[in-house]
């Protein structure tokens, strides 16, 4: 498929693939990114397997597994959606028109299921996002079963008795999820452990991706990137065997692949600063520039403690990491991966409508600005169709003007 042929979100995988036709790891990874959902609702529904809606990331991932249940990400559900899913939410549900557009799909996504034998319950997290919180309430009304937890915020000060109170006031949600998906607060510890080694280990494997596409900056292309690290990292794609293989696979393939000068010469290292952007077109335009996501702001690499209760662990983590809250946590993660890769330059990316995230985006960019470092600062919406657009224009002159 051309990149003129692409339409869709599904289109532009469909696409991906055949630009890595090379690779039979990253051929397999986009399978399990694109299967993720309806794999998972097939399965629910003919009874074989229990799942849960939520955001499948961080903590939440070993501990939902650990029951035996799938995580299932509502933003995935979103983001391989459409413009009459964004219209529902707006038409049906009077969502404000520039509310942000993952949000309005995933809304449109529960609407088109909600009377039919879809999973209906969702783990919802009370800090996390206005938008979504009103999703939430609105999908209580319609049938779902939603559980808001609370995630209090670590500020950049916070240590000692109070980080202590956090802890164990996070270690009281935790059980009370477990009641709230199981009927009863006993958490198998055991089976935790393993779903927390689990973590560490594929965080480690990804570490090595990462390093070795330092020499092989083309290998692995940005679209294939952001999903191989921020929806398979956090969730496996409800298949964490098959993920695990493919990782594998993919380590294989770049420890045997020559390098090239001509690539190391040629690249231009980029770090992402964002979530997974719902206009796919955005990646082949870094492509198409030269450009390579080499570091992502938003991989977890803080590895989750194996040398404290299993439960602590999962609470300690949350507050030990770049996602705690402050926004100069993730900074420093920034300027971290920006040294460490020598990148020439920030992609700071965000939807029209995302409060929370732009005050972050406009600190870093007047920060890195002082130091230097160039930075683009985008606004998404939902975007079906090939690259085109004022956004797309944008990415390409940075990148090139970075060559
Ligand atoms: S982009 Fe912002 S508003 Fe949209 S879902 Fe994420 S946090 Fe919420």
């Not at 339409?7 to 532009?12: A, P």
């Not at 939603?146 to 995630?151: A, E, K």
């Not at 098959?242 to 290292?269: F, G, W």
Request: aromatic residues 10%; proline residues 4%.
């Amino acid at each position: 498929m051309d990149i003129e042929e692409v339409y869709s979100q599904r289109d532009y995988i469909e696409h991906c693939k055949q630009v890595h036709r090379y690779s039979p790891a990253i051929a397999k990874i986009l399978d399990l990114s694109e299967a993720y959902i309806p794999d998972i609702e097939k399965a629910y529904q003919e009874g074989r397997q229990d799942a849960v809606w939520c955001n499948a990331a961080g903590w939440q991932v070993p501990l939902i597994y650990s029951f035996g249940i799938i995580p299932v990400s509502y933003s995935e559900m979103g983001r391989l959606s459409d413009k009459e899913a964004m219209q529902i939410a707006e038409d049906y549900y009077q969502f404000p028109v520039e509310t942000c557009s993952m949000v309005k799909c995933t809304v449109g996504q529960w609407h088109r299921r909600r009377h039919t034998s879809t999973i209906k319950r969702i783990i919802g997290n009370s800090s996390a996002c206005e938008p979504y919180n009103l999703a939430w309430e609105i999908m209580k009304r319609e049938g779902y079963d939603v559980y808001n937890n609370d995630v209090v915020y670590r500020g950049p000060a916070v240590a000692g008795k109070r980080l202590e109170e956090l802890v164990g006031f996070f270690i009281e949600q935790i059980y009370d999820i477990a009641e709230w998906l199981t009927g009863s607060r006993q958490i198998d510890e055991d089976k935790l452990r393993v779903e927390i080694q689990r973590k560490n280990r594929l965080l480690r494997k990804l570490r090595t991706v990462l390093e070795l596409r330092r020499q092989h900056p083309f290998y692995v292309r940005s679209l294939a990137t952001i999903l191989m690290l921020n929806i398979g990292l956090n969730n496996y794609f409800g298949k964490p065997a098959e993920y695990e293989a493919a990782i594998d696979l993919l380590i294989a393939e770049l420890e045997q692949a020559p390098v090239s000068e001509a690539d190391a010469k040629n690249v231009i290292p980029l770090v992402w600063a964002g979530g997974t952007g719902q206009e796919f077109g955005i990646y082949e335009a870094i492509d198409q520039a030269g450009g390579s996501l080499l570091g992502l702001r938003s991989v977890p690499f803080k590895l989750y403690r194996e040398d404290i209760p299993p439960v602590e662990a999962l609470a300690r983590w949350v507050y030990d990491n770049a996602g705690a809250g402050a926004g100069v946590y993730a900074r420093n993660v920034l300027e971290h991966e920006v040294n460490k890769l020598q990148a020439r330059g920030i992609i700071l990316y965000g939807y029209i409508g995302c409060s929370f995230a732009s005050v972050d985006r406009e600190m870093w960019r007047k920060y890195f600005h002082e130091k230097g470092i160039p930075s683009i600062n985008l606004e998404g919406s939902f975007q079906t169709g090939a690259p085109s657009g004022q956004v797309l224009t944008r990415v390409k002159a940075f990148v090139e003007m970075l060559a």
